[in-house]
């Protein structure tokens, strides 16, 4: 913060400065603004960082209960006693920022509220090892463990669906086939993510295959574009070629029956037709 308010200080001056020997009426006013953007900036970097090592720090601390005295017995033990304020805390910033995450345009945000959630989870079963932790100390972490997993898996479900929906949409708006393809497959990753922890979810089988079909679309149409040029310049032969590599991709990708059996159909069509006009092309001509 004193480096944020120095240099907001010097920005000040320096636009105040140059603004006067501009000849601006109100030099003050826009340099004030300036210093201001950049103050503003470093608060809210500063609550993030203080907030984020705030969580983290609720998780991953413990506070042994009773005082510094031990018994010997204790002493000899691994085991730690935890304190559930912790815990409660911890699970109050989650759910703080399992709301910010909902308003949240950033698909991220929900990704940081799923790692928030297992650190969490992770905290709570060291605390479920410690043999002096009592059944209502128990009773609660449980319950807070519950209300944590729903909260995890909703927020990484979230991050798939909206981040791999993003990133097909501009897998569509890209120009290049590697680069349609690319970030097409950057969304099938986001997807598989999300499928180690969730194998069963139904809603991300079908996004993955609707994304997997249309990587396959990409390429197919890719070798069919082309083979049609191939064909109107007459290369029949390359052509043909062409549309063996696209059959090629319709039946390596784990397309719709439907869809690959139409596609093949056209396909085979087009490579008839080829050979058609290469055989009377070589058809000797009667003078």
């Known amino acids: 913060m004193i480096a944020a308010g120095a240099a907001a200080i010097a920005l ?15 030099p003050w006013v826009p340099a004030g603004l300036a210093a201001s953007v950049v103050l503003l900036v470093a608060l809210s970097a500063r609550e993030v960082v203080m907030r984020r090592a705030w969580t983290r720090y609720l998780l991953e601390n413990s506070v042994p209960e009773g005082g510094t005295r031990v018994s010997s017995d204790k002493r000899n033990s691994s085991k730690k006693t935890y304190s559930t304020s912790l815990h409660v805390a911890a699970l109050a910033t989650i759910q ?39 059944p209502q100390k128990r009773n609660a972490l449980r319950a807070g463990q519950e209300r944590v997993r729903t909260l995890g898996k909703h927020h990484l479900l979230t991050w798939a669906r909206d981040s791999s929906r993003t990133l097909t949409h501009e897998a569509q708006k890209r120009v290049r086939v590697s680069d349609k393809i690319e970030t097409a497959n950057r969304a099938v990753e986001c997807l598989d993510s999300a499928l180690k922890i969730f194998p069963e979810e139904h809603e991300l089988n079908e996004s993955k295959l609707a994304i997997r079909e249309f990587i396959a679309s990409v390429r197919v149409a890719h070798w069919v574009e082309l083979a049609e040029r191939a064909a109107f310049k007459g290369h029949y032969r390359r052509a043909i070629d062409r549309y063996k590599d696209a059959l090629f991709y319709l039946e390596r990708e784990s397309l719709k029956e439907d869809v690959r059996i139409a596609g093949e159909e056209r396909i085979g069509r087009e490579i008839e037709a080829l050979r058609l006009r290469l055989k009377s092309r070589h058809k000797p001509r009667n003078e």
């Not at 509220?113 to 650190?119: D, E, R």
């Open 96 to 134: 703080k920022q399992s709301a910010a995450a909902e308003t949240a345009s950033a698909p991220d945000s929900h990704l940081d509220v799923f790692h928030l959630c297992q650190n969490y989870l992770e905290s709570t079963e060291e605390a479920f090892r410690a043999t002096n932790l009592p």
């Open 12 to 26: 000040f001056f320096a636009l105040w400065w140059m603004l006067v020997v501009g000849g601006d009426e109100a």
